[in-house]
């Protein structure tokens, strides 16, 4: 088991910063992927980005590509999504999760934590 929780959200203009953080705690961090996905009112969550278990590699959903950055700190069980030139469209539940598998691409989010609430005005 793997218990998550998001923090970081709140209140930005738009042009604006945040970042989120996602503190784990249970079983070995290392050995699971990281991702972030986000849901915004009406619509269906959506994935936003992903990291690898070392870091090496990550993935991004092409509306947040050069904008927004996914790291981890495994001697910290934590993951970040750093959100830089934030947009209205950007207003959403964020969420963490977890997966044992080892790419980016492939395997199901097993754990999931509780959201964090990201407001973007114009």
């Known amino acids: 088991q793997v218990q998550l929780v998001e923090s970081g959200g709140g209140l930005v203009q738009a042009g604006g910063s945040l970042r989120l953080s996602c503190a784990a705690s249970?079983?070995?961090?290392?050995?699971?992927?990281m991702g972030w996905f986000r849901q915004a009112p009406g619509k269906e969550r959506e994935f936003v980005a992903a990291?690898?278990?070392?870091?090496?590699?990550?993935s991004y959903a092409d509306s947040v590509k050069g904008r927004f950055t996914i790291s981890r700190d495994n001697t910290k069980n934590s993951v970040f999504l750093q959100m830089n030139s934030l947009k209205p469209e950007d207003t959403a539940v964020y969420y963490c999760?977890?997966?044992?598998?080892?790419?980016?691409?492939?395997?199901?989010?097993?754990?999931w934590g509780q959201g964090t609430q990201v407001t973007v005005s114009s």
């Open positions: 990291i690898t278990w070392n870091g090496g590699r990550t």
């Open positions: 249970g079983r070995t961090f290392t050995s699971y992927t």
């Open positions: 999760a977890a997966k044992s598998d080892p790419t980016l691409y492939s395997g199901t989010y097993s754990y």
